[in-house]
């Protein structure tokens, strides 16, 4: 069994769907703290962020302890999560059309190993209509999202080409995690 630091409702249906025995563990973290200057290592430096405020505030009283992030980057921009609907239409207009990448960094530790892993997924878009736009940030589901991509839910219609896992850009290349886990 392992633990989910995480808040992150998309990365434990993951887990779940992968057969992986996990409990969640919410972890409030501040990604604004974190300077996105380098697109490659933005992700993984927010990923050792929370590792780093959870075993402070936990200590050694968890083992196989799974910290993960994920950002989306367009047009050489780093797209965290939104913090309001304009926020979030910006973001999604500058994928519309476009190229846009999701980079998700995972650390793993355990008493006898730790693994750390980036992953990148690319997308291909389509123009994302107008009304699609708005009726997806009227239901709120951007919310949590880096870049407010959801790739299984809104994003997936208008996919052109992928290359890299579908799971990495929900938050979490679990094909990576599970072949250390096994």
């Not at 050694?60 to 780093?78: E, H, Q, R, T």
Request: net charge positive; proline share 1%.
């Amino acid at each position: 069994m392992i633990y989910l630091a995480s808040s992150s409702t998309t990365r434990a249906k993951i887990l779940k769907e992968n057969g992986i025995e996990f409990t969640q563990i919410p972890v409030n973290f501040d990604e604004s703290k974190i300077a996105k200057t380098c697109y490659m290592s933005y992700s993984y430096k927010v990923a050792q962020a929370k590792k780093e405020q959870f075993f402070k505030i936990y200590g050694s009283k968890y083992d196989n302890v799974l910290f993960a992030d994920s950002s989306v980057i367009c047009s050489g921009k780093i797209l965290g999560k939104a913090k309001n609907d304009e926020e979030a239409r910006e973001m999604l207009n500058l994928q519309s059309g476009n190229k846009a990448g999701v980079i998700s960094a995972l650390i793993f530790v355990s008493r006898e190993k730790i693994i750390e892993n980036i992953s990148i997924s690319m997308f291909h878009f389509a123009k994302f209509p107008f009304e699609e736009i708005e009726k997806y940030i009227a239901g709120g589901e951007y919310k949590g999202k880096a870049g407010a991509m959801m790739i299984e839910g809104f994003n997936k219609k208008f996919i052109i080409d992928q290359s890299g896992e579908t799971y990495t850009a929900m938050g979490l290349n679990v094909k990576i995690l599970k072949r250390y886990l096994w």
